[in-house]
C-alpha cells in the first residue's frame, strides 16, 4: 500500500512522490517544453513527430503509441486529463499500489491507441491521436470496480457514489463515439475502459491472463509454489459499511492496512 504524500509541493519526478504525482510532472514538463519548442522555427515537428499520426508508417513511428499519450493539445486539454488523473488515481493507489497504477495508465492507454489504429482501417479516419484520456480511462474503470460504493461530493455539493459517476462518464463516451464526435479520442476512452476492465479483474482473481510458459534447458526439477495474497475470510457488510464510512470521513489514508485489504477482498468476491 501506498503511503506518499499526494502533494505536488516535492520537486518534480522525487522518488518521495507518488506514482500519479510524478505522471503528473511528466505530462505537466512535457507540454510546457514542448509549448517552449513550439515558438522556435520549425519547433512543431517535436510534437508532431511524439503524437500518433496514421499518415506515417507504424513501423517507424512505433514509439508514437506510447508517447502521444503524454502529449496535450492545449492547455485545458492537459487539465482536464491531470484532474480526472489525481481525482482517480488517489483512490487506487491507496487500496491496490503504485505498480497497478503505472500499468493501468500505460497499457491502458497503449490499448486505446491500438484500437484507434485497428478501427481507422475500418473507417478511413485520418486524424492525430493524443492526450492522456484513455489511460486515465483505464484507471477510471477500474476504480468503480474496486471501490464502487465510495462516495465523494460532486462540485462539493452533491454526495454521490463513485460507480455512478463512471456509468455516466462512459454512456456519455459512448454516445459521443456514435455520434462521430471526436472519434479518435472516444475510441481511445473505449480501449482503456476494455483493458482497465480486464486487469482488474484479473487482479481480483475472477480470470488469469494466459501463462507462456517456454521449455527450460535445464532437467534440474524447479520448485514452485502458489500464494494467495487475498485467502483472508470474506468480510461481512456490517464491516464493509464501517470501513465506507471511515473512508467517506477520514479519507483512505485514515483506514488501516488490514481494512483496505479487507476492501480490496470484498470487491473481489462481488
Known amino acids: 500500500m501506498n503511503n506518499k504524500p499526494f502533494t505536488l509541493l516535492n520537486k518534480p519526478l522525487s522518488p518521495l512522490n507518488g506514482v500519479v504525482v510524478n505522471l503528473i510532472w511528466v505530462n505537466v514538463l512535457l507540454y510546457l517544453i514542448l509549448k517552449i519548442i513550439g515558438f522556435f522555427p520549425g519547433g512543431i515537428i517535436a510534437t508532431e513527430s511524439l503524437v500518433f499520426d496514421p499518415a506515417k508508417s507504424y513501423l517507424l513511428y512505433f514509439y508514437t503509441f506510447i508517447t502521444n499519450i503524454f502529449v496535450h ?154 500464494v494467495n495474497i487475498n485467502s483472508t475470510s470474506s468480510p461481512s457488510q456490517q464491516e464493509i459499511d464501517a470501513i465506507l464510512d471511515k473512508i467517506s470521513s477520514g479519507g483512505y489514508d485514515s483506514l488501516t492496512q488490514k481494512e483496505k485489504e479487507k476492501l480490496f477482498s470484498a470487491s473481489k468476491n462481488k
Open 73 to 226: 493539445e492545449g492547455f485545458m486539454h492537459l487539465l482536464g486529463n491531470m484532474l480526472w488523473l489525481y481525482f482517480i488515481g488517489t483512490i487506487i493507489e491507496n487500496l491496490i499500489g503504485e505498480k497497478h497504477i503505472l500499468r493501468l495508465f500505460l497499457l491502458g492507454g497503449l490499448s486505446g491507441t491500438i484500437l484507434y489504429a485497428l478501427v481507422l482501417q475500418i473507417s478511413g479516419d485520418s486524424n492525430m491521436l493524443l492526450g492522456a484520456s484513455g489511460g486515465v480511462a483505464a484507471l477510471l474503470i477500474s476504480s468503480a470496480i474496486i471501490a464502487p460504493t465510495y462516495s465523494v461530493f460532486l462540485f462539493g455539493i452533491v454526495q454521490i457514489e463513485l460507480r455512478w459517476i463512471v456509468i455516466v462518464k462512459i454512456a456519455y463516451d459512448i454516445i459521443a463515439l456514435l455520434l462521430h464526435a471526436n472519434f479518435g479520442g472516444n475510441l481511445a476512452h473505449l480501449g482503456g475502459y476494455l483493458f482497465g476492465l480486464a486487469y482488474i479483474t484479473e487482479v481480483q482473481g475472477k480470470w488469469n491472463f494466459p501463462n507462456i510458459k517456454f521449455p527450460s534447458k535445464s532437467n534440474k526439477p524447479k520448485r514452485s509454489a502458489k
